[in-house]
T-cell receptor
Framework: QKEVEQNSGPLSVPEGAIASLNCTYSDRGSQSFFWYRQYSGKSPELIMFIYSNGDKEDGRFTAQLNKASQYVSLLIRDSQPSDSATYLCAVKKGTYKYIFGTGTRLKVLA | EPEVTQTPSHQVTQMGQEVILRCVPISNHLYFYWYRQILGQKVEFLVSFYNNEISEKSEIFDDQFSVERPDGSNFTLKIRSTKLEDSAMYFC??????????????FGPGTRLTVL
């Protein structure tokens, strides 16, 4: 079982729709979770992090965490073509190590 | 806005040669990281570094790799004898805190390493 799993996509949504990106993780002891956006050929850019069960909202983005199900998701409201990128889920393992998923490619269609 | 910088942006080397990838973390950050991303694959953790020593390393980070903070600003990754499979994008990252349950890592733009 992979430590962090994501559907590779592509996930295509029309402009203005809600994009829903999902991630599962295998280590039940994981405490903090991060969503990064990566444009092609560029470095990862942090969107938001979450460490408590429930929802966390930041502008058009909402992260959701369910530790019982070992599941974390990212919702993007009012999706824009500029949101088209690969979204990486990362889990902090222990004190100093971060495990990334393979990423989900999102395409927002104008 | 402070940022992590990396040099060179692209390095081409022959198999078996040594390469040094350089990073300048954000000035008040204390925790430093190297990741690699093979084309089309996921970002892989290599090593974390704090207080002039390795905090944690992955199974990828074998004896051919080493890290160093030679002065107060640079953080380097050395690959001693490069192999074809070392061709990848190498990202440096830094964070202000490490022990917090969360800490925001800032990534540099990366160095693309091509081993011929």
């Amino acid at each position: 079982q992979k430590e962090v799993e994501q559907n590779s996509g592509p996930l295509s949504v029309p402009e203005g729709a809600i994009a829903s990106l999902n991630c599962t993780y295998s280590d039940r002891g994981s405490q903090s979770f991060f969503w990064y956006r990566q444009y092609s050929g560029k470095s990862p850019e942090l969107i938001m992090f979450i460490y408590s069960n429930g929802d966390k909202e930041d502008g058009r983005f909402t992260a959701q965490l369910n530790k019982a199900s070992q599941y974390v998701s990212l919702l993007i409201r009012d999706s824009q073509p500029s949101d088209s990128a690969t979204y990486l889920c990362a889990v902090k393992k222990g004190t100093y190590k971060y495990i990334f998923g393979t990423g989900t490619r999102l395409k927002v269609l104008a | 806005e402070p940022e992590v910088t990396q040099t060179p942006s692209h390095q081409v080397t022959q198999m078996g040669q040594e390469v040094i990838l350089r990073c300048v973390p954000i000035s008040n950050h204390l925790y430093f990281y190297w990741y690699r991303q093979i084309l089309g694959q996921k970002v892989e953790f290599l090593v974390s570094f704090y207080n002039n020593e390795i905090s944690e390393k992955s199974e990828i980070f074998d004896d051919q790799f080493s890290v160093e903070r030679p002065d107060g600003s640079n953080f380097t990754l050395k690959i001693r004898s490069t192999k074809l499979e070392d061709s990848a994008m190498y990202f440096c990252a830094s964070s202000e805190a490490g022990l917090a349950i969360y800490n925001e890592q800032f990534f540099g733009p990366g160095t693309r390493l091509t081993v011929l």
